[in-house]
């Protein structure tokens, strides 16, 4: 079982950058899948970066291309994701996430079954 606490949210203004936490209580990282997902006021939830076992082959949403940063520190347990050049419509709560590497489905759009309690980023 993997707890995973994400830390680092806040209110930022358009245009300012944020570094998101997210520590793991087991060394998850070298074996699956790890995730930054997020879901906006009235959207779904979505994948925002993802790497795969080993924080290899880092992979981003369309919307935080060359915007976003994930990445990870194997000897600390903890994933982070850097957020630059912030606009309004990042605003969300930001999940962390683990899961199994399934070489049909790949990180971006495989299955998490460990999820973190979520922060808040507001951007205005």
């Known amino acids: 079982h993997v707890q995973l606490v994400e830390s680092g949210g806040g209110s930022v203004q358009t245009g300012g950058s944020r570094r998101l936490s997210c520590a793991a209580s087991?060394?998850?990282?070298?074996?699956?899948?790890m995730a930054w997902f997020r879901q906006g006021p009235g959207k779904e939830r979505e994948v925002v970066a993802t790497?795969?076992?080993?924080?290899?082959?880092?992979q981003y949403a369309d919307s935080v291309k060359g915007r976003f940063t994930i990445s990870v520190d194997m000897d600390t347990n903890t994933m982070y994701l850097r957020m630059n050049s912030l606009k309004p419509e990042d605003t969300a709560m930001y999940y962390c996430?683990?899961?199994?590497?399934?070489?049909?489905?790949?990180?971006?759009?495989?299955?998490?079954?460990?999820w973190g309690q979520g922060t808040q980023v507001t951007v205005s």
């Open positions: 087991t060394s998850t990282f070298s074996r699956g899948c």
């Open positions: 790497v795969d076992p080993g924080a290899r082959f880092p």
């Open positions: 996430a683990s899961g199994e590497f399934s070489a049909s489905a790949g990180c971006f759009r495989g299955i998490y079954n460990y």
